[in-house]
């Protein structure tokens, strides 16, 4: 098995390849070894000294740092994707209960069609970017011409997240949204 890697925009962040689906649908996000327990893979990178994050994706796997330097973690990284695929295990644990998609969204009924563009523009041209920067942007509600955005992965702690949030995404819903007046990460 080879596992390429690919720097991201976010300099604590790289991003790995394994040549397979991780998740054929939605993402994960674990920003600390306690919010792994429902992958065993998570799990066994945050056993890596190091390791502060892990996200998954439809095809990559991205960790971040907290300490040390990728020189000396990166081997230990690839090895416990490696051994993860293949043991055959599963990638997320079936037993644990999944978080359903729309949780904790806010928003008046009367924006629902303002929302439901918003949406579909974060999904048809902004997530796909995103994702190939190892990261996720999903939406968390809409109020008074504000979009709320949380960000994942590679794009979370990112440098350059607010520019991508402020001159990318923001101009962007503007463009086809009048209404919307700013963009936040929360």
């Not at 674990?30 to 945050?46: H, I, K, M, Y």
């Not at 330097?69 to 293949?86: D, S």
Request: one cysteine or more; aromatic letters at 8%.
């Amino acid at each position: 098995m080879f596992i390429q890697t690919e720097a991201t925009p976010n300099p604590a962040t790289l991003k790995f390849l394994p040549g397979k689906v991780v998740m054929p649908m939605g993402t994960f996000d674990a920003r600390d070894a306690a919010s792994s327990e429902r992958s065993p893979l998570a799990q066994r990178l945050f056993e890596v000294p190091g390791v502060a994050g892990v996200f998954f994706g439809y095809d990559f796997v991205t960790v971040t740092k907290g300490e040390g330097e990728w020189q000396h973690l990166k081997p230990a990284i690839l090895g416990a994707i490696m051994e993860h695929f293949m043991s055959g295990r599963p990638i997320m644990d079936e037993a644990a209960p999944e978080p359903v998609e729309g949780e904790g969204e806010f928003y008046e009924a009367e924006d629902e069609p303002t929302v439901a563009t918003i949406k579909e523009l974060l999904d048809s041209r902004i997530r796909p970017a995103v994702a190939g920067d190892g990261g996720d942007i999903t939406f968390r509600g809409y109020r008074d011409g504000v979009v709320y955005l949380a960000m994942k992965g590679a794009c979370s702690g990112c440098p350059s997240s607010t520019a991508t949030l402020k001159h990318g995404i923001q101009n962007l819903l503007r463009h086809f949204l009048p209404d919307v007046q700013e963009v936040r990460a929360i």
